[in-house]
Structures are given as structure tokens and as C-alpha cells.
């Protein structure tokens, strides 16, 4: 037997065992999955159940003996189960199902009811009336004591048939790459062994992430068509890892800047909530508690949109212009700012004239917080003057500090991008991104910011906004 057949033999027999074992390996992986993915869903449907239970017996629309009676439970079974695909089940102290959500009383008795009474949850694969099912069973804690439990059954019938359908679709695929991988390497078996050489060579060299490698074939052949192949899949690799790395880029700076105005927020509420222990007026607690609530609700917010980001996949930071009195956001601003201005013995002074511009009210007010906390970190100032007025067509605000100012070799480099600078200076106080997010948000809003400093002599800020809809 030529070296030909025996290298196409033995290049048969090692396809088709990867391939069965991908088989196996992919259709435990997707059916694993999928349970976990379900069991997490649950989960979290648990919680939320949870939530509105503790909530209906905190009312008192009924008391906790009767959440786990039978006069109540199968009430609130059903409940929990509309716009649902799964059914409900409350079981009490006894292990005894007390609610259904539907009329039917398949798996009642399980492993699973035991293990939730005993403070923990339980996850198991069972099967009724040819039906899977996979029961998700959780305790009920209240006032520190199991006192009944959930029981979630999850019909994984339309999850086998997915499976199923999957794996038709996978022996179909793999019988057709194993068909072409055949003929392929029957051929090219038979070619002489020095191009495959140097492909073997080049390979190598991709393996390790070095796409540089061209190879050239003289021959018009097979090995000329895979030699071309290989050099353009090496040019579409350099290619998608040059643009994976600039996507990575811009994402970890959106994701830099998001977690950089979670500080503000979260400082404004640490100083309401000193200030309200030296508080004694019941309004001026009052006035605190409702900024606390504010900036909590902001926080939310951005939290909100951080998590959307995430599952669109988008960085690009949104505006949504109206029209606002411009003096109205800094008092706003320098109302929920006045706790850390007031422990850093910061004297303001502002002057503002009526000034109506188009902005979007939560963008400017972290530029604002941005820019004003600069001055109290950084510049160890000790007044701030803020000034709003008309000037060229546009509303323009100042914000002047008194500090140490900025050497002038370093403003040129305060509003790149952090990816871009080669020495900015990360502490506990500072991770050097306000200022270029503030060039951001300001451009998105069709404004600008420009800065003017001098050493020892104070910074001023200017700020743009347009009279006008850009839109």
C-alpha cells in the first residue's frame, strides 16, 4: 500500500473519531447548558417571587400561615405562574404540595421538597407521563425559619426537540466536512511533500499569532489555490484581529468612563448622609434624604445603562437635547456638590444671567460634576467662581478656581483619550478620565469645552452650549 493510501487511511479514521467525539462532546455541552441556562432563569424568577410574596404578607393582605394553606396557596401559585411557561408549586413545612398552578398531580413527591426544607436549593431532571421535566425547588425563609417553599417544573420537551433537531443538523454538517476533507486530502496527498512544507512551516507560525507568513507556490494547481487561500485567510486574520483590538479598545474606554461616574453619585450620597447626622431641623433632613434618593435613583440609572450597553453592545454614550435654563442645571448641580464643597472650606461665588439653551440635562451635569470636582481634588483651590452669560451666538459657562493651576506642557494631553495617553496618573482619588469624558459629552451635545490655566494663578473652564437645536 502506497504512502498516499496509508496517509488517507489514517487521515479517515482520525476525522471520524474528532468528529464523534464533538459529537458527544457538543451535545453535552449544549444540553448542559441549556439546563443551567433554565435553572438560572428560575432562579431569578424565584427571587422576584419572593419579592412580591414578602410584599403581599408585609401588606397584610394575608398573614404568613395562610401563604402556605390551601385556601390561599393555590391562588398564589397561579398568580406567580401567569405569562409563564412553567408551573408553580408552594409545599409546606409538612413536604406536602399546598398550591399548584395547574390541575395536575404529577412529581409530587421528590427528593427535591426535602433537600429546599433543609435550606437548600434543589435542582433535578425527572420524568411523568413521557414528559421531562426539569424542578427547581427553593425554601421560603421568613423571619429567620423555613416555612414552606417553591417548586418550579419546567416542561423541556420543546428543549429535547431543539436538541434533537440540532443534532441532525450536526451529524448532516459533519458527514459533509468529512466527505470534503476526504477528497481534499486524497488530493493533496498525492502532490509533492515540499509545498506542504513550507504551508506546515507558515502554519506553525500562525499558531503562534504571527500572520506575516506568505506563501508562494509556482505550481497552477490545488496547492497554488491552497497556498492563495491560506495567504488571504492570513490577511483577513491580521485584519479582524486589528479591528477585535480597536472594538476592545473602545469598549474598555466607554466601560472606564462608566465605572469613573459611579464616583459622583455614590460621593454626593456619602456626604448627604454625613450631613444629615449634624442636621437637627426635620425640613433639613427632609431636603437631604430627598438628594440621597435623587442620586441613588441616578445611580440606578446608570446602572441601567451600563447593563444595556452590555447586552446591545454598544459603547456610544446617548444625549437627548431639550431646551433648559442653563442656570438652573449648576444650581442643581451645585446643590447636590455643596456637601463636598462645604468639607473642603470652598468658598462659591456665581454669577448667572438667564441663558436658554439646548442640552441634555443628566450629560451636562456630569461634565459639571466633572469639571467641579477637579477643582476641589486637584487644583487645592480655596474659591470657585461660576459665571453664565451669552457670548457669539452660544451660552457659555466659567468655571474659575483660585488653585496651582496646570503647567502648560501638560493641557494639550488633558483631553486624549486614556488609550492614547502614555502617562496618566492613577490614584485613589484620580483615574484620569473625567476631562476626556467630558469632551465627549459636550461635542455629543453640539457643544465644547476648552480650558486656560497658568501656574499658581487658577484654571478656568469654558463650556458651549447652542441658543439653538443643533438637530
Not at 474528532?18 to 447548558?33: D, E, G, K, P
Not at 431639550?322 to 454669577?351: F, H, Y
Request: glycine letters at 6%.
Amino acid at each position: 500500500m502506497g504512502l498516499r493510501n496509508k496517509l488517507f487511511i489514517q487521515h479517515a479514521v482520525i476525522i471520524v473519531m474528532l468528529l464523534a467525539v464533538m459529537y458527544f462532546i457538543v451535545n453535552h455541552t449544549l444540553s448542559r447548558s441549556m439546563i443551567e441556562r433554565d435553572t438560572q432563569t428560575l432562579s431569578q424568577y424565584f427571587a422576584l417571587h419572593r419579592i412580591e410574596v414578602l410584599k403581599i404578607v408585609n401588606d397584610k393582605k394575608i398573614d404568613i400561615e395562610q401563604l402556605f394553606s390551601g385556601a390561599y396557596a393555590p391562588l398564589i401559585a397561579s398568580h406567580l405562574a401567569a405569562n409563564s411557561n412553567f408551573q408553580v408549586q408552594l409545599f409546606d413545612a409538612e413536604e406536602t404540595i399546598v398550591g399548584n398552578s395547574e390541575d395536575m398531580d404529577n412529581l409530587l413527591k421528590r427528593g427535591d421538597i426535602g433537600t429546599a426544607l433543609a435550606g437548600q436549593t434543589a435542582t433535578v431532571l425527572a420524568e411523568a407521563d413521557d414528559t421531562r421535566y426539569l424542578i427547581y425547588a427553593a425554601p421560603f425563609w421568613y423571619e429567620g425559619k423555613i416555612v414552606g417553599g417553591f417548586r418550579y417544573l419546567l416542561n423541556l420537551n420543546q428543549h429535547m426537540e431543539t436538541l434533537a433537531q440540532m443534532r441532525y443538523w450536526f451529524i448532516g454538517v459533519a458527514l459533509g466536512c468529512l466527505l470534503i476533507s476526504l477528497l481534499a486530502s486524497y488530493s493533496i496527498f498525492s502532490i509533492l511533500m515540499k509545498p506542504l512544507h513550507d504551508l506546515k512551516q507558515a502554519l506553525k507560525r500562525v499558531s503562534v499569532g504571527d500572520f506575516s507568513k506568505r506563501v508562494t507556490v509556482n505550481s497552477r494547481d490545488e496547492i497554488h489555490e491552497l497556498a492563495n487561500n491560506f495567504n488571504q485567510m492570513s490577511d483577513a486574520l491580521e485584519q479582524h484581529i486589528a479591528m477585535l483590538r480597536h472594538e476592545q479598545g473602545k469598549q474598555k474606554a466607554f466601560y472606564d468612563n462608566m465605572t469613573h461616574e459611579f464616583k459622583t453619585p455614590l460621593t454626593s450620597i456619602i456626604g448627604f448622609s454625613e450631613l444629615i447626622a449634624k442636621l437637627d431641623r426635620l425640613d433639613d433632613i427632609r431636603t437631604c434624604s430627598g438628594y440621597i434618593r435623587r442620586e441613588s435613583v441616578r445611580l440606578l440609572d446608570m446602572m441601567e445603562e451600563l447593563l444595556q450597553t452590555s447586552l446591545k453592545g454598544n459603547e456610544a454614550w446617548s444625549v437627548r437635547l431639550e431646551r433648559a435654563e442653563l442656570s438652573e442645571v449648576i444650581a442643581d448641580s451645585l446643590r447636590i456638590l455643596k456637601p463636598t464643597l462645604d468639607k473642603s472650606s470652598i468658598e462659591t461665588r456665581v454669577e448667572v444671567a438667564p441663558c436658554e439653551v439646548y442640552l441634555d440635562p443628566a450629560r451636562t451635569r456630569q461634565v459639571l460634576f466633572n469639571v467641579i470636582d477637579n477643582a476641589i481634588k486637584h487644583s487645592q483651590c480655596t474659591r470657585l467662581r461660576i459665571a453664565v452669560d451669552e457670548r457669539e451666538g452660544r451660552g457659555r459657562v466659567r468655571i474659575a478656581d483660585n488653585g496651582k493651576g496646570i503647567p502648560e506642557r501638560d493641557l494639550t494631553a488633558l483631553f486624549a483619550p486614556s488609550e492614547q495617553r502614555s502617562s496618566r496618573v492613577i490614584s485613589a482619588q484620580s483615574h484620569g478620565l473625567g476631562l476626556s469624558l467630558c469632551k465627549q459629552l459636550m461635542e455629543l451635545q453640539g457643544g465644547s469645552i476648552r480650558i486656560e490655566s497658568r501656574v499658581h494663578r487658577g484654571t478656568e473652564v469654558e463650556l458651549l452650549f447652542n441658543l439653538y437645536n443643533p438637530m
